[in-house]
């Protein structure tokens, strides 16, 4: 019945390959189009999908997981062995619809974006060997089959950012990009390691069974005092949050923001960075049951991001940097979410509200960003000193943009107002403190977004190098079906579609915290307005009074600095300095000392291979004599 | 067993020839010459093969087929160096085995 899945992985790969192999030999836009129509049909099959698992057949109890293709890839012993495969539950299912429509539209909005550009094959050759890997980690039926796609979705995050390979910066921002993830998979690698050495296995079906019966091994295993399924599934998640950004390795995001807008889009902001929440709750059986001191540090990191970022995008003047904040802000919220859910019924609404928000977040980050793509497009800068006024200039971004706000500012009925409650409910309920954070996050959002949308789009005019214009129908079509999704999405039923044990329940509204989230989203809103719906000094004498925190926050807290203290201060001088001393002065030096005593030796006595047949016949004459008499008279 | 004859004096012949192609390969110039050395040291170790089968096994002939066999060598051997000092006289006008020492470092 869902035997046709398998193709929505494929199709990306046959055009990667294809317009990889030979997109050089033909018309840009060929490529372009030949990739869109591909993607075209991926969504088409995922939407396919999504509809008849959700609402094809009426389930009574769970929704099962179905797996309709699973083929061995490598057997390295009888236990050991590898699959890949295509394994459909509801939240895999929703994130193809995730990954393929903002894939789809991306491409789309790339046609008109990046027009012209040099290496528009190639663009498209990575959006769909991006889209691929993304795919394939989604529906992957075991750990390692989703590890081998998280790090192909790190190299293609890798080549799209540094996309202007000719720009200092972009190359520095992909390495830096790739190196922090790559670390952070290393502890996720490790993790992968613990946990198969004690179950046995890497199927999603058996690892995430609630009776738990492939971790009876890991009763009483402890280490360090800290049981040991604790450690694999925090050392899984450092992987997550590498991936997601969390909190201390969320520095790469706001760099990778050096690639193309469309890229920040798809992977900065909806796709790849949420593969870290995916993960946290593929796994979330095995969190919940197995290891809750670990969902309990998933909580905390996920609170304290948000609330980390929300303050730095207060202060940031690059509007792709703010939105690169507001994104980590969010995957803060979803991780947070997951990390405060319990198992089951209601008390799983963390985890509903989780993956709703990651849909939700999903459809109306990538507008913002391919809004801001198209603010870019028609102003070329990203400062937003240097926009203002431009409502009359683009109207169709300008409304697209403002819904966005609105939405994730949480403004009902938008679809952030009720993915964001889910989230305050279930925070509220479970504790009080990371409630109180996220309350707070709720309303500087909605100051931040709405500084941005009053400095780019209110205000007076700059000087513009030409008359901005609208985007064409290519950027505003993608732009205008996602603001349709930012606004519906929230009437999807996910609660009786995506929960933790697969099963419906029911939700209502609980005022006593839709009300309060609303109003201070409101205030937030309120207070942007005032300070920068007209030109004033205000924001300039505010960020006076705050003085050295202003400095701090707009300095991202010096997290950079530090890091950059660390490894070249710390590690380089006092590790890497000595380990190169040994190796240049002991390991070389012995090797180069070979070399060196062969060479003298050699040149000693060269002179005796004379060319003189007549020598030799004497010294072989000779040595045989000598050896001979050794032989009769001493052995 | 050849009568009256004991097995040392042909041994005693045969060092004799075989130190004299020594010495001869060692110290003579002449290429001819240290080819014909060579073919006292072959003939040396030929009688050497054929006095030990005839004393020590005189039912078998192993030692004389091989001693045959070394003058069929010696033979072709003798055919191909004879070649090269050919080539070597064309080349160089003489055949002194000093003034062949192109192959050294």
Redo the contacts between chains.
Sequence with gaps: MYNYTILIPLIPLVIFLVTGLLGMKWKPIISGLLGTTGLGISWVLSVMTAITYFFGSHHEGAFETIIPFEKLWLTFSETLQIKMGVLLDPISVMMLVVVTTISFMVHIYSLGYMHGEKGFQRFYAFLSLFTFSMLGLVIATNIFQMYIFWELVGVSSFLLIGFYYQKPSAVAASKKAFIVTRFADFGFLIGILILSFITKTFDFAKLTNPDGAVFANAAGMSFMGISVMTWAMVLVFMGGAGKSAMFPLHIWLPDAMEGPTPVSALIHAATMVVAGVYLVARLFVVYHFQAPDALEIIAYVGGFTSLFAAVIAITQHDIKRVLAFSTLSQLGYMMLSLGVSGYGGEEGLGYMASMFHLFTHAMFKALLFLAAGSIIHAVHSNYMYEMGGLRKYLPITHITFLIACLTIAGVPPLSGFFSKDEILVAAFNHNKILFGVEFLVAGLTAFYMFRLYFNIFWGKDRHYHHTPHESPLTMTIPLMFLAFASIFSGFLPFHSMVTSDKMHFDTHLHLAVAVPSVLIGLIGIAFAWLLYKKESKVPEKLAKQFGILYTATYNKFYIDEIYLFVTKKIIFNYISRPVAWFDRHIVDAFMVGIGTVTEKISYRI??M??????HY??MF?AGVLILALVLVYYI | MIEGIPIQHFLIVSTIMFFIG?AG???RRNLITILMAIELILNSVNINFVIFNRYLYPDQLQGHFFAIFVVGIAAAEASVAIALIINIYRKLKNID??N??????
């Design positions: 060269k002179g291979q004379s060319g003189q047949l007549q016949a004497f004459v | 020594i390969f060692i110290m085995v000093e062949v020492n192109e192959l050294r470092y």
